[in-house]
């Protein structure tokens, strides 16, 4: 048996899936250090005062690479751009850019991705999509008003969705100076998604 799992161990197989789970964990890990140095950063930090005194780093849930999921990428024809209401009660312009279904836990899920039509203007945002998202860990883990995702625009049928890279508003840690997207009907999930930033204890972590 345990020279059985040896040549397991060794097969090009397993060493080629153990380095491909090692370059997604080291990914998601750059993504909390960039993120932990922008909330570090007095020009970038959406934090005011002693939440920015008192900030060392985000909570996260732990690395778990099963809500890291490809999903099948079905592009909009013709989408007509719509008013996104906004945590101040204004709106900003997006469009729906396509729709990801994907599976979790053996259960079928679609998110729609939706392009800002005023960042889209600026040449660095121009392949961007937009994912908002809340799920079952809401008000518990999470931020009360759900999670979003960036993304780019994949160039074939699939799309990674990768939960881990999930990031909370900045209206969640600063209501008054920022102006967030209200997460849309069509994209709650009835699942908890335990990945990415978490919410409690945010500042004294």
Same mark, same amino acid.
């Given at each position: 048996m345990k020279k059985y799992l040896i040549i397991l161990l060794l097969s090009p197989l397993f060493i080629f899936a153990q380095k491909?789970?090692?370059?997604?964990?080291?990914? @998601?890990?750059k993504f909390q250090?960039?993120?932990?140095?922008?909330?570090?950063?007095?020009?970038?930090?959406?934090?005011?005062?002693?939440?920015f005194t008192h900030f060392k780093e985000?909570?996260?849930?732990?690395v778990d690479l099963k809500y890291r999921v490809t999903a099948q990428f079905t592009k909009t024809?013709?989408?007509?751009?719509?008013d996104l209401p906004t945590s101040s009660g204004k709106t900003k312009s997006y469009r729906e850019y396509g729709k990801a279904t994907f599976e979790l836990d053996?259960?079928?899920?679609?998110?729609?991705?939706?392009?800002?039509?005023?960042? @889209?203007?600026?040449?660095?945002?121009?392949?961007?999509?937009?994912?908002?998202?809340?799920?079952?860990?809401?008000?518990?883990d999470t931020y009360g008003g759900g999670k979003y995702m960036d993304l780019k625009i994949p160039k074939g049928n699939t799309i990674v969705l990768d939960f881990?890279?999930?990031?909370?508003?900045?209206?969640?840690y600063n209501a008054y100076d920022y102006n967030c997207p209200i997460v849309p009907e069509e994209n709650k999930l009835p699942v908890e998604i335990r990945a990415g930033v978490m919410y409690q204890d945010i500042y004294h972590h």
């Amino acid at each position: 048996m345990k020279k059985y799992l040896i040549i397991l161990l060794l097969s090009p197989l397993f060493i080629f899936a153990q380095k491909k789970a090692s370059k997604e964990i080291v990914e @998601i890990k750059k993504f909390q250090k960039e993120l932990n140095a922008e909330y570090l950063n007095p020009k970038e930090t959406p934090l005011r005062g002693d939440n920015f005194t008192h900030f060392k780093e985000h909570p996260f849930f732990p690395v778990d690479l099963k809500y890291r999921v490809t999903a099948q990428f079905t592009k909009t024809e013709n989408p007509q751009p719509f008013d996104l209401p906004t945590s101040s009660g204004k709106t900003k312009s997006y469009r729906e850019y396509g729709k990801a279904t994907f599976e979790l836990d053996g259960k079928p899920y679609t998110l729609t991705l939706y392009q800002s039509l005023d960042l @889209i203007k600026q040449e660095k945002y121009k392949d961007h999509l937009f994912l908002p998202f809340r799920d079952a860990t809401n008000e518990k883990d999470t931020y009360g008003g759900g999670k979003y995702m960036d993304l780019k625009i994949p160039k074939g049928n699939t799309i990674v969705l990768d939960f881990n890279q999930s990031y909370q508003p900045y209206c969640a840690y600063n209501a008054y100076d920022y102006n967030c997207p209200i997460v849309p009907e069509e994209n709650k999930l009835p699942v908890e998604i335990r990945a990415g930033v978490m919410y409690q204890d945010i500042y004294h972590h």
